[in-house]
Structures are given as structure tokens and as C-alpha cells.
């Protein structure tokens, strides 16, 4: 049986035994992680834990409704063993007649299809050497990382995550005018809790002038990395810097992980600069159903 917990009944150990030991694992399921990004979350949860779908949610209008939180990539149902997923959106939209949530690349439907819109994200293997990963860059990312040789860029693993935020929020940012301070501040506690966990690195890349020019935030988990948020300064972009950025991270994460996740999207420019690394899509849900009353369907589309 699916039930809905709310956050304060849930049982945090079992929730989060059944996110870390999941088919579908990934860190963003975590309650700290959650507790730090989402306004308000439930979980839908099938008999003891079982399998959880983590559902964050606001209220407008007197009306609840499902979204994806800033500084979340992917959610979904998590199982230990496989279940009818199904049964899960059925849950879902009894409960909330607004819903705009990214599944993981793992779940899979038989139902609701007009409700799920096909995204992707880019990964590539790192099971090879980096040698055979470098192989296959394409000519405009070796051509790049010449640059950055020339420009004798130097990457910081230990640097102050407030500084990728303000170079994130000056430009990536300045496009994205939804974002809030707020926002900036969740991902400042969030980044710092998973330097604290282990689970987050920082890299930053600085000129000769010892001036920041890009940097990332990585996510650490079981065989995968992700990079979660990442910018580079708009104004200073013919140096090769945010290539030099990729390429050290895939060097050092080579060593020790499966996968690396660029973290994606499905904007047609960006999917393209990754692919030039050698990266494969990897697509994934979308749910998007909206069956608010007439008169209040304006506010979300």
C-alpha cells in the first residue's frame, strides 16, 4: 500500500536506508539534501519503506502543487527492488492536481504518457583510460585547452564556495531572473554541508592575473559524479577556461568513478558543447499535468 508521510512523521532512517540502497540511487532522494532545497516535502511510500517518491511542494491560492526545487537535477521513485511505478502516479495525481516533477533516468511508465515530456542530460563513461576519453574531444575543445595552456590557467580544489556563487550569480544568474536570493543561500548551506558529508568537491580555475574565470560544483555519489552548478565569467570567455574546467575534473574523477554527469540539458546549444567532450544523452521523465480549475490554471502552465 502507498501512503503520503509528511517530512515531520517520516522515518528518517528507513527513508534514507531505502534512498542509498535503491536501483535509482542518487543524492539529491537524501532527506538533508531535501531539508536544504525544497520549501515543503512529503514522501509517497510504498508499505515499509519499501520504495519512496519524494514530492516537494508549495502552496498558492490555497491550492498545493509539485515543483522541481533549484539545485535538484533529478527526483522520482526510489525502490530497492523493482515495483509498479505506475501506482506511484496514481497516487501522485489524486494528490495534487498541478505537477511538474523530473523523474530519474532509472523509472520507467506504462501509463500517463501524455503527461511525460522526454529531457536528456549528458554523461560520459569513465571506465576507459583518460586517454581514450580525451580521443574524443572534438577539434574546438583541444583547440580550447591549447588556450588554457598558453593562458597558464590554474585549477583550486579547495577554494571558497561563496565565490562560485557570486561568479554563478553575475552571470548564469543574470539569465535566469527567477532565481532568488533565497536560492543563492540554500545552495551556500548546501554546498557547504556536502564539503562537510564528502559528497560535494569545488573546483575553480583562476588566470595569471589570479583572477576567478569559472569553476563547478561536483556531486559525489556511489560510482557517479555530477556537476551541479557551474558558470564562468561571460567577460572573459577566449582563454579556454571553462573547458580546462571540464577536462581537469574528467582527469581527476576518471580514477575512481564510472560516470561523469555534466548535468545536462536538453537546450539544444549546451547539449552540444557537451557532446564535443565525447558525451552520450541520457534521457530521462519529465511530468508536467495540469488539471487545475479553468480560472486558475493562469498561474502555472
Not at 509528511?6 to 531539508?35: H, T
Not at 536560492?183 to 564539503?195: A, G, H, P, T, V
Not at 564535443?276 to 480549475?293: C, M, V, W
Amino acid at each position: 500500500m502507498i501512503r503520503v508521510v509528511p517530512r515531520k512523521r517520516l522515518n528518517v532512517e528507513k527513508y534514507n536506508d531505502c534512498i542509498a540502497n535503491s536501483i535509482q540511487s542518487n543524492v539529491f532522494g537524501f532527506s538533508w539534501y531535501l531539508d536544504e532545497v525544497a520549501d515543503r516535502w512529503s514522501v509517497l511510500v510504498l508499505d515499509d519503506y519499501d520504495a519512496v517518491m519524494p514530492i516537494p511542494w508549495r502552496r498558492k491560492f490555497f491550492i498545493k502543487y509539485t515543483y522541481q526545487p533549484y539545485w535538484t537535477i533529478q527526483l522520482g521513485i526510489y525502490s530497492k527492488e523493482v515495483v509498479d511505478e505506475n501506482e506511484f502516479l496514481i497516487e501522485l495525481f489524486s494528490e495534487f492536481k498541478y505537477t511538474s516533477l523530473r523523474m530519474n533516468a532509472s523509472n520507467s511508465f506504462s501509463m500517463f504518457h501524455p503527461y511525460h515530456l522526454q529531457k536528456r542530460l549528458q554523461v560520459i563513461s569513465l571506465k576507459d583510460t583518460y586517454d581514450s576519453i580525451f580521443s574524443k574531444y572534438n577539434r574546438n575543445r583541444r583547440r580550447e585547452l591549447k588556450k588554457a595552456k598558453q593562458e597558464d590557467l590554474v585549477e583550486n580544489w579547495n577554494d571558497n564556495p561563496k565565490k562560485l556563487i557570486d561568479l554563478f550569480q553575475e552571470n548564469v544568474g543574470k539569465r535566469v531572473s527567477k532565481i532568488t536570493s533565497e536560492d543563492y543561500l540554500r545552495l551556500y548551506k548546501l554546498m557547504n554541508i556536502c564539503l562537510e558529508k564528502k559528497v560535494g568537491e569545488l573546483l575553480t580555475i583562476y588566470n595569471k592575473e589570479n583572477e576567478l574565470i569559472s569553476g563547478a560544483f561536483f556531486l559525489k555519489h556511489k560510482e557517479r559524479v555530477t556537476e551541479l552548478v557551474c558558470s564562468s565569467d561571460f567577460k572573459n570567455r577566449n582563454n579556454g577556461a571553462n573547458t580546462f574546467m571540464n577536462d581537469r575534473a574528467i582527469f581527476k574523477y576518471q580514477r575512481n568513478y564510472t560516470l561523469f554527469d555534466f548535468g545536462g540539458s536538453s537546450m539544444k546549444n549546451i547539449a552540444k558543447y557537451y557532446e564535443s567532450f565525447g558525451a552520450e544523452d541520457e534521457t530521462y521523465i519529465q511530468l508536467h499535468r495540469n488539471k487545475l480549475p479553468k480560472l486558475l490554471r493562469f498561474f502555472k502552465r
